[in-house]
């Protein structure tokens, strides 16, 4: 009795997880673009808000080094340790063991000690030891994580942090680094701890991460999920509060949209104000990890990113198109393209592209472009109902016939059933005509075989 209780619990939750599955949950994940919808008047597609999964783009990136012979081992040099300049080891790049190449800022060992990129060291000063890492993706990405770097060398005295939104044409800062804000960039020292909602979008420079070689911590931090806290509260419980944010809130998810980062290593740690011209091998950069997480902008038109040909490209829906889902497919500019939203929470809108006028009948023409919808009298765009091969679009509920015409309800008329008539019966003009999609909760429709099966014992409302 209790093997067969058990198998109709699984049914029961395999069905109840089949059906939440396309109620997007308020954290605002928005995996699925759209779900079928079942009324009186047959099926069709509800159109939702949808973005692909954070991921590690380290294993998508491109790295540049300026200048370009910054790295140690060509030719072969020592370097020693900042507490003690008689511990020292050997850079030779032609040597597999001893060599420090860009690629192990980032590679699959990159959390081990011994993988490191390393520049050469300070023996040009006092002529200034500056790097220059830029970070491409070729792609417009939207940061989810904090960005980590792990030094293995003392963590720098002077360092910046900046992004590129034009894929590396213009730069503007992140966050500064220093030892010294006032003394290096002229800055007052703050931490994101300072901030709030209004200044989020300030660019400060902190003292947190250039302790110099006395800290047991090799680690720099820009804050990503501490500036997301102030819209989403400490735990990021209220993540639906961030999404409307990103929304509203003017700058502030191009904020965290970058194509590109370059760190700006600007001056080695030295531990103490003056530079031991004596042991000049002490002072040098060494890197053994980058973590940088995020997803795919796709402009809310795809859940999926690929990589093709060495670039990442979304794959749009929403009858989108483009590495980024930012124009309409061909025959379908029915409305100007616009990006989704993450209002209204928690399913969002779609702003799908819509069928031109062109694109329907046969032999199609191409001189007509079908108006803005909100000219049709439609209230909400993203709940038409659209073909299943996407040939044809018919709003208010109306349903495709044969991939051909749209059978309309009453009292919906037109090709694209936008017409709404109200002059025999004033009731008609009802916002809500046509529309009925069904709402009912999951959990509700499932009560009768709950009590079907004897197992209203096991839930506690």
């Known amino acids: 009795m209790y093997l067969s209780r058990f198998l109709s619990l699984h049914a029961l939750w395999v069905t109840v997880s089949s059906v939440m599955q396309h109620y997007p949950s308020v954290w605002g994940h928005y995996d699925v673009c759209k779900t079928q919808i079942y009324t009186e008047d047959g099926k069709f597609w509800d159109y939702t808000a949808c973005q692909p999964e954070a991921i590690d783009m380290m294993r998508y990136v491109k790295v540049n080094l300026d200048p370009p012979d910054i790295t140690c081992g060509n030719p072969p040099e020592n370097f020693c340790g900042m507490g003690n300049p008689y511990m020292c080891n050997e850079c030779d790049a032609a040597i597999d063991e001893l060599a420090h190449p860009p690629e192990l800022m980032f590679d699959v060992e990159g959390r081990h000690p011994y993988t490191f990129w390393q520049s050469t060291t300070w023996k040009a000063y006092p002529k200034p030891l500056r790097v220059n890492i830029t970070l491409s993706w070729n792609k417009t990405i939207e940061l989810t994580d904090n960005i980590v770097i792990t030094f293995e060398s003392s963590r720098p005295d002077q360092m910046i942090l900046e992004k590129s939104l034009d894929y ?43 302790t110099g070689y006395m800290s047991n911590s090799k680690i720099i931090h820009f804050e990503i999920k501490d500036r997301f806290a102030f819209f989403a509260g400490p735990r990021l419980h209220n993540m639906a509060s961030l999404y409307g944010q990103l929304d509203t809130t003017k700058n502030l998810r191009d904020f965290f949209t970058v ?184 959990l509700v429709l499932l009560l009768p075989l709950v009590a079907l099966l004897g197992l209203s014992e096991l839930f506690i409302f």
């Open 168 to 210: 590396g044409r213009t730069w503007q800062p992140y966050q500064y680094y220093a030892t010294d804000c006032l003394n290096a960039f002229n800055m007052e020292p703050k931490t994101v701890r300072d901030l709030s909602q209004h200044t989020v979008l300030e660019i400060i420079c902190t003292e947190e991460y250039s």
């Open 259 to 442: 194509t590109d980062l370059r760190i700006r290593l600007l001056r080695p740690a030295t531990g103490e104000i003056y530079v031991d011209t004596d042991h000049l091998t002490r002072y040098f950069y060494a890197i053994s990890d980058i973590k940088v997480v995020g997803r795919c902008k796709c402009n809310l038109h795809a859940t999926g990113c690929r990589e093709e040909n060495k670039k990442l490209l979304c794959e749009c829906e929403h009858n989108t198109t483009g590495p980024d889902c930012g124009k309409c497919k061909k025959n379908y500019q029915g409305r100007p393209w616009s990006p989704g939203s993450y209002l209204p929470i928690p399913k969002g809108t779609a702003n799908i592209c819509i069928p031109s006028i062109s694109s329907i009948g046969n032999p199609p023409k191409f001189d007509r472009i079908l108006p803005n919808i909100s000219s049709l009298g439609v209230s909400n765009p993203n709940q038409a109902n659209v073909c299943d091969n996407e040939l044809q679009i018919c709003q208010n509920g109306g349903t495709c016939q044969n991939n051909i015409r749209c059978l309309c309800p009453p009292p919906y008329s037109g090709v694209l059933c936008e017409k709404l008539s109200c002059e025999k019966d004033s009731q008609s003009c009802s916002q809500d005509s046509g529309q009925g999609a069904v709402s009912l909760q999951p």
